[in-house]
Nanobody
Framework: QVQLQESGGGLVQAGGSLSVSCAAS????????MAWFRQAPAKERELVAV???????NYTDSVKGRFTISRDDAKNVLYLQMNSLKPEDSAVYYC?????????????????WGQGTQVTVSS
């Protein structure tokens, strides 16, 4: 069983940058797809970015060109670099992991989650 632990959230001004990390334990992540989701108050959890076991990435339109998902399989860590942040990016950011390939785009098909880290972007 894989356990996930996010870190690196915080408060940043609009236009700034922030990086969040997700450390996995219990299993090597090399054969897994991983993703970042976010959930703002009173909104549904949404997929932000996904990275397959081979490194192929996909992003939701609202973050394309601003966010970069990456992984370090040797360290068992998933990253999300967020640039040009906007107040609407404020949310709790969650990482998730799956053996499914291709990785599902539906949040309901992801089973293993971290506890989340808060990202707040002030205007």
């Amino acid at each position: 069983q894989v356990q996930l632990q996010e870190s690196g959230g915080g408060l940043v001004q609009a236009g700034g940058s922030l990086s969040v990390s997700c450390a996995a334990s219990g299993r090597a992540i090399i054969r897994y797809s991983m993703a970042w989701f976010r959930q703002a108050p009173a909104k549904e959890r949404e997929l932000v970015a996904v990275i397959g076991a081979g490194g192929r990435t996909n992003y939701t339109d609202s973050v394309k060109g601003r966010f970069t998902i990456s992984r370090d399989d040797a360290k068992n860590v998933l990253y999300l670099q967020m640039n040009s942040l906007k107040p609407e990016d404020s949310a709790v950011y969650y990482c998730a992991i799956t053996r499914d390939y291709p990785p599902p785009m539906d949040v309901r098909e992801w089973r293993t989650w971290g506890q989340g880290t808060q990202v707040t972007v002030s205007s």
